[in-house]
Nanobody
Framework: QVQLVESGGGLVQAGGSLRLSCAAS????????MGWFRQAPGKEREFVAA?????YYTDSVKGRFTISRDNAKNTVSLQMNSLKPDDTAVYYC???????????????WGQGTQVTVSS
């Protein structure tokens, strides 16, 4: 079992930055792929970034978001720069035993943290 707790969401103006963090506990963190997903109102949950054997980003955040992990501290972060109103969503941290970019791969999920970008 892996428990995930996100933090760092909030309200920011367009062009600003936020850093999301996810603290993991339970099974060995370093053995898991870690991903960030987001879900905007009325939309399906979508992949944002993942870190494992490789690092992946969805096209809309490439060059603006950076995922990083500290296996010693059991944390994974998402640095979000040049934020846009379209980035507004609830952001979820997730863990999987295999690398993937789709939600069905991820078994463990955090509760989510709200990110709101005003124009």
């Amino acid at each position: 079992q892996v428990q995930l707790v996100e933090s760092g969401g909030g309200l920011v103006q367009a062009g600003g930055s936020l850093r999301l963090s996810c603290a993991a506990s339970g099974r060995t963190f370093s053995n898991h792929a870690m991903g960030w997903f987001r879900q905007a109102p009325g939309k399906e949950r979508e992949f944002v970034a993942a870190s494992g054997s490789s690092t992946y980003y969805t096209d809309s955040v490439k060059g603006r978001f950076t995922i990083s992990r500290d296996n010693a501290k059991n944390t994974v972060s998402l640095q979000m720069n040049s934020l846009k109103p379209d980035d507004t969503a609830v952001y979820y941290c997730a863990a999987a035993t295999v690398m993937g970019t789709t939600a069905d791969v991820y078994r463990y999920w955090g509760q989510g943290t709200q990110v709101t970008v005003s124009s």
